[in-house]
């Protein structure tokens, strides 16, 4: 595999960048050219913010499983396509190449037609992180059915929601997962989500755990007695190669569910031809892939990482994915470290708040670890401190490896604003420069473009995108004018990202966190609307307000403010109810912090919850809380301030 598209110096971002933004359509039509089409296009874009309509690669047709296999399969097909390390390293590693790969992908697709999915049908995935999730993804990807993965740590009701928005008839899941030292019981979470669901037709379970789980007649199949099924089949009907599904280029590839300022997730959508060029163009780019390196992203599939990161990008561009079962942790601190020494990786990509976490542990855990293997470094999912940002430099990269800190969301599809790993000079806790095709604005609260530098000779706003890239979400699913007004109604003809941001005199941008209602716990979005919703069902809760506050591991923590029924209560019993009731409806990656019991909250005469004061009060400010004369009943602040944990 050849990348003639992939940047080799500074001097060469420069005019693809120029190229990019003066000659977009010229400029994807070239990259898009090294892609297996089953037909090319016949016009490369078309796009308005204001609808919004985004269309790249117009009537050109295609299967991304066959970019993302087949077309490996002459010169790489004994090359390992994934790595999998399973959660107890005692236990036996898998090595999946492309031919295995291919073959499980297209039994998989076998699978699925078997049990009536057909092209266009939602696919909920509730796996583990096992090969089969790979499978099960790329199967789906096969036939043109739509993949919807939810993360194993949400609960039964975030995955009820979420099945219902999408109307999905099919779900693919485990029997159960491993976690570290915890099994996770997919299948009766799954079989809780269920109740009352008239849509599902069927569920197919992959055995991993062996735990206990109850199979409905009529519904519930095993994922092994299927695929040794389709073998047969395949065999006897002599279908060597299952052909891929035709699909459009903006055929909707997956949705993926996302927090936002409301209580409800959103099921962005992603089309297939313009998520296969962006997170290819950018895996290439931005970590510098050569043939034959390991690439091992530490993130699950069941974030918008995972999927671009460990299954499109490196599978579309021919690499080795390593994909790993367990957490960073278990059975040790030195869990990547192992990793990296036993399969040789030459990459790694992780989150800010696993960095935080490790450090905590000190260097003992990297003690006869070899990472000599190592040539770049990642960051995504949240801005990175210098404190974190030199650990992972001199103790992981040992001062050898660039260190790519790369910005971009669930919406963008892929990686909006990076260094180029040795091309960009790094910055610490800066994501630097836009990718080729990514035109950023920082705007003021009314839209007006930031033009006026500070004493430092930074420019600051709300980070905008003036124009489309090839991956950028095109609708949530069911509801297009919520994509509107969520993400083009903010600003005219702009897409708003719910980010701050610096921009420096060199153009660097640095990404100072979100400026909307949305926290990021340990890299995972969670709106804050979201878990207000949860606590306020718990039964004796009257009221509540959820804030972030800085927290020195997982980046922000939650702090809720919580109004109780009666006075007088047990107040650790009582939070540990809340906990349970939130980790029931959304999960526990939801939990709150802190909670404070409080007799009011501060609101203006409208009733708006003033959380500019109680986001103050969790940072631990006691002075300037601002301006609390519009208040309602400013004493509360007084008396929530004395409470203060
Ligand atoms: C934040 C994860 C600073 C940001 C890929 C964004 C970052 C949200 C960075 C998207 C970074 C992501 N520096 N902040 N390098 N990367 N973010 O959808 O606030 O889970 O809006 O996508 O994470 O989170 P999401």
Known sequence: MSYPYQIKSLEEYNSAYKKSVEDPEGFWENIAENFTWRKKWDKVLEWNFKEPKIKWFINGKLNITENCIDRHLKTLGDQPAIIWEPNNPEERTRVVTYSRLHKR????????????????????????????????????????????????????????????????????????????????????????????????????????????????????????????????????????????????????????????????????????????????????????????????????????????????????????????????????????????????????????TAIRSLMSYGLEPLKGKDLSSLKVLGTVGEPINEEAWHWYDENIGKGNCPIVDTWWQTETGGILISNLAGITPAKPSWATLPMPGVQPVLVDEKGNEATEPDEDGLLKGNLCIKAPWPAILRTTYGDHDRCRTNYFATYEDLYFTGDGALKNKDGYYRITGRVDDVLNVSGHRIGTAEVENAINMHAGVIESAAVGYPHDIKGQGIYAFVIYSHMHIDEEQTRKDIFQTVSRVIGAIAKPDKIQFVNGLPKTRSGKIMRRILRKIAEGETKNLGDTTTLLDPAVVDDIQKGKL
């Open 105 to 352: 992908v297209y039994q998989f697709a076998q699978v699925l037609i078997n049990n009536g999915v057909k092209k266009g049908d939602r696919v909920c995935i509730y796996m583990g992180m096992v090969p089969e999730l790979a499978y099960a993804v790329l199967g789906c990807a096969r036939i043109g059915a739509i993949h919807s993965v939810i993360f194993g740590g949400f609960s039964a009701q975030s995955i009820a929601d979420r099945l219902y928005d999408a109307q999905a008839e099919f779900i693919v899941t485990c029997d159960g997962a491993y976690r570290g030292g915890k099994d996770i019981p997919l299948k009766s979470i799954i079989d809780d989500a269920l109740i009352g669901n008239r849509i599902v037709k069927r569920v197919i379970v992959y055995t991993r755990t062996r735990t206990p789980i109850s199979m409905l007649k009529g519904r519930d199949v095993w994922w092994e007695d299927e695929m040794e099924y389709a073998e047969s089949q395949i065999e006897k009907d002599n279908i060597i190669r299952m052909p891929a599904t035709e699909m459009d280029a903006e055929d909707p590839l997956f949705i993926l569910y996302t927090s936002g300022s409301t209580g409800k997730p959103k099921g962005v959508v992603h089309s297939s031809a313009g998520y296969m060029v962006w997170t290819n163009y950018t895996f290439v780019n931005v970590f510098q892939y050569k043939p034959g390196d390991v690439f091992f992203c530490t993130a699950d599939v069941g974030w918008i990482t995972g999927h671009s990161y460990i299954l499109y990008g490196p599978l579309s561009a021919g690499a080795t994915s390593v994909m790993f079962e367990g957490i960073p942790t278990w059975p040790d601190a030195g869990r990547f470290w192992d990793i990296v020494d036993k399969y040789k990786v030459n990459t790694i990509y992780t989150a800010p």
